[in-house]
């Protein structure tokens, strides 16, 4: 595995939340190693798209990646003065922590196990 999932999902759900008329844009992703991290990652992915397109488009947020946009350090409520806005922000900041917190786990289980040897998995396997 190449690219970590958590990159993959924050540059679909990217392309997906673009300024853009929808109609002209397409993402198609190519997983060629057929990784079920990856599937199970671009499905919650795609669970998650259906509340953050929107509320990027609702909101004009900026940048549209939401690991990026989470981890930005500034005042969120400077320019937007909207209840609904504060409402939907932390709502979907709680969304954006479960569903991506699976794939921090399972991205770091998979490396963990792709470093050990084979004994060492054969002596967790057996809980020796």
């Known amino acids: 595995m ?3 999932p958590l990159v993959t999902a924050n540059t679909i759900l990217s392309i997906l939340a673009v300024d853009y008329p929808v109609d002209k844009v397409s993402c198609y992703l190519s997983d060629d190693g057929a990784a079920m991290l990856t599937f199970d990652a671009l499905s919650e992915t ?3 798209a ?3 397109v929107p509320f990027c488009k609702n909101f004009n947020i900026e940048p549209r990646a939401p690991e990026v946009y989470f981890a930005q350090k500034i005042d969120y409520l400077k320019d937007k003065v909207q209840t609904s806005f504060v409402k939907e922000r932390r709502a979907m900041k709680v969304y954006f922590c479960c ?7 399972f991205y770091f289980m998979l490396s963990f196990l792709c470093c050990l040897t084979d004994f060492e998995i054969t002596t967790i396997s057996e809980g020796v």
Request: hydrophobic share 45%.
């Open 50 to 52: 259906r509340k953050w």
């Open 46 to 48: 795609s669970e998650f």
């Open 99 to 105: 569903c991506f917190a699976f794939i921090f786990y």
């Open 2 to 4: 190449k690219e970590p």
